[in-house]
């Protein structure tokens, strides 16, 4: 798939958020975010981008918790080979949506694939998820600071976005917004130059974070912790 018409993908984000009021997902969201190219009003859009705040489960209370007195964690470690259900991601989540479990290279089971394999399944959509406990804003600027210290503005969050929902409110404005190509958003150069960037780190950056986008190919997920 090579992108979404730009009346599709604002209809693919509102299937979304639709799906994180009504549905219990592996872990809380709070907030949900579209940034980079829909928010610039690009027709097509190539790529989708996402961004979910996320809630750390430190206490699972649902039912298969709760209720039945079982170990959950140890019970899927043993039927999926899959650790930390009940602690990193609802237990009852686990147990009405099994297919949906998924784990990180250590067999731990992973929030940010749980949400996508939840929210997105088909891999061949052209859409980049980005889950972090942090919201969007604050995870820009902390991003930022991550890559130039490392050196790798591949690592960077586009700061360019609209929040779409939050603490269970839709915007319809944003949705308005971005229907009619209303947002009025600098270039990515720019935009990381207002972050405090040089001119010249701000092009170099721009490029880099450009560059790895376009490597990208169906879904893809990016998950931290801040």
Known sequence: MSGFDRADAVARLEELVDTVERE???VPVREVWAFGDVALGLD?????????????????????????????DARFRDSHGIAGVGKSVRADWA????????????????PEQCLAAHLLGDEDEPIHLEVCNASFEDNVTQRLRGAKRRGDYTQLL?????????EG??????FRK????????PTLSAALGMLGLDDEEATEA?????????????????????
């Open 24 to 26: 219990q997902l592996p």
């Open 44 to 72: 097509p859009v190539e790529r989708l981008d996402v961004y979910l705040t996320k809630d750390i489960l430190l206490r699972d209370g649902s039912a298969s918790v709760s209720d039945t007195g079982d170990d959950p």
């Open 95 to 110: 147990d009405d949506h099994p297919d949906l479990l998924r784990a990180n290279a250590n067999g731990h089971a992973a």
């Open 158 to 166: 586009d700061p360019r976005g609209v929040c779409l929902w939050a």
């Open 169 to 174: 409110t839709k915007s319809d404005e944003a």
């Open 178 to 185: 971005l229907r009619e190509s209303e947002l009025a958003l």
């Open 206 to 226: 721009a490029h880099d974070l450009h560059a790895w986008r376009e490597q990208q190919d169906g879904v893809t997920v990016r998950g931290d912790v801040v």
